[in-house]
């Protein structure tokens, strides 16, 4: 990634922001971060943070950020947009934090290919306990703000990322790594931000079978 231009598909939470950080270190220059949101654009797919959360990571990151909304069948027409305008401004490479599921990562190809851009995956295939170590060895902070019911308990929200509590999941049989879509994170701090994003939670709901925490900016 040496000297390399890239958009980083930006979730707002811990996988993300680990391959941000693994391309940085390898010597990427970051040009873009790219969030899809929900069609009306308030709240971010999947982990459901709020437009303002995330542009305030952004923000701290020192890149910037472009967003797209989109229902699920809008989807790809609205990253392939996206990634069409980062090509256009000389953007070359996307880096996604896929890990080893293979239908996702032949997506992400996939659809990258499609506007020419190279799709780069800083986490494929290593094993998910020593990403998580090297995540918060390196000083990153985060905590679930999404529980998906189903496959693990609600209690877990809000609690914040550590050994133990991966200890804890994999003792109970849930990934700890959350790759099947059991929870989601955000991450507050970390070596890729000039200061914490500050945070606070003020509630839960629950809808479809998760149980979302409330996050706004201080």
């Not at 980083?8 to 391959?19: I, N």
Request: hydrophobic fraction near 40%; charge should be negative; proline fraction near 4%.
């Amino acid at each position: 990634m040496k000297g390399i231009s890239f958009v980083a598909s930006w979730s707002g939470g811990k996988d993300s922001a680990m391959a941000f950080y693994r391309a940085m270190k390898s010597g990427g220059i970051p040009k873009r971060l790219l969030t899809m949101f929900e069609e009306d654009e308030e709240r971010s797919k999947s982990h459901a943070l709020p437009f303002e959360v995330v542009e305030a990571q952004a923000k701290r990151i020192g890149v910037p950020l472009i967003i797209r909304g989109a229902d699920w069948k809008g989807y790809e027409e609205q990253f392939l947009d996206a990634m069409k305008e980062c090509v256009e401004s000389g953007i070359s490479h996307g880096v996604f934090g896929d890990i080893d599921l293979e239908d996702h990562l032949e997506w992400v190809q996939k659809t990258c290919a499609k506007v020419d851009m190279e799709a780069v995956h800083p986490l494929w295939m290593e094993p998910r306990r020593k990403i998580l170590h090297e995540f918060i060895e390196a000083g990153f902070e985060a905590y679930i703000v999404v529980v998906n019911t189903k496959m693990m308990p609600a209690h877990f929200i809000g609690r914040k990322f550590t050994v133990e509590l991966m200890d804890e999941l994999d003792a109970l049989g849930i990934d700890s790594c959350g790759e099947s879509g059991e929870f989601h994170t955000v991450v507050v701090d970390g070596p890729i931000f000039s200061e914490r994003v500050p945070v606070v939670f003020s509630g839960q709901h629950e809808r479809d079978g998760y149980v979302f925490l409330e996050v706004a900016l201080e």
